[in-house]
């Protein structure tokens, strides 16, 4: 099984700081990651895919890079409405997602 | 507009069994891999059962032999049989459609399975 190592569980930072959240996978995946936001009490909805491809209606604050094993979600500016957890997923070999990091309010 | 809407959920014994729907619109279910997802409280997201367009079935270890994933197309309705629940297994169920890098692009709004 792929397993997936998200860092740091959990942070806090600013309005208008940069935030880097990172994704290693256990072997090597290509390009088969996929990022999601989840606000308390909702479903998660999907902010990229295939590590870099931004879904329709992300904001451009967004944005993923890596391949094969390592990964990055880069927040630019964080915005008040960007306050939630954020779960990395592969789909190279069945699915998996990482255990999550929390973004909070300094 | 595709919307999943989950419902069927709540309160089971330990022991016993329950089946959750996922009801689409939006889009014909059948032509597109579907999957479900669960989250216990407090806890982070597990992907353990998936049907592609062709009708093939994986699960999660954890899964497997205890959960069936299956779709009504007349219905356009995805199910999930769960039997033999444990505490564990209590959980936000969530159905989910595989889209593009086989991502999870669309998310039903979860339904509450509690094993107590």
């Known amino acids: 099984d792929i397993q997936l190592t998200q860092s740091p569980s959990s942070l806090s930072a600013f309005v208008g700081d940069r935030v880097t959240i990172t994704c290693r996978a256990s072997q090597r995946i290509s390009n088969y990651l996929n990022w999601y936001q989840q606000k308390p009490g909702k479903a998660p909805t999907l902010l990229i895919t295939g590590a870099s491809s931004l879904q329709g209606g992300v904001p451009s604050r967004f944005s993923g890079s890596g391949s094969g094993t390592d990964f990055t979600l880069t927040i630019s500016s964080l915005q008040p409405e960007d306050f939630a957890a954020y779960y990395c997923q592969q789909s190279y070999i069945s699915w998996t997602f990482g255990q999550g990091t929390k973004v909070e309010v300094k | ?116």
């Open chain 2, 1 to 116: 507009e595709v919307q999943l809407v989950e419902s069927g959920g709540g309160l089971v014994q330990p022991g016993g069994s329950l089946r959750i729907s996922c009801a689409a619109s939006g889009f014909t279910l059948n032509n597109y891999w579907m999957h479900w997802v669960r989250q216990a409280p407090g806890k982070g997201l597990v992907w353990f059962a998936h049907i592609s367009n062709d009708g093939r079935t994986t699960y999660a270890d954890f899964a497997k032999g205890r959960f069936t994933i299956s779709r009504d197309t007349a219905q356009n309705t995805l199910y999930l049989q769960m039997n033999s629940l444990r505490g564990e297994d209590t959980a936000v169920y969530y159905c989910a459609r595989g889209g593009h890098n086989y991502a999870l692009d669309y998310w039903g709004q979860g339904t509450r399975v509690t094993v107590s």
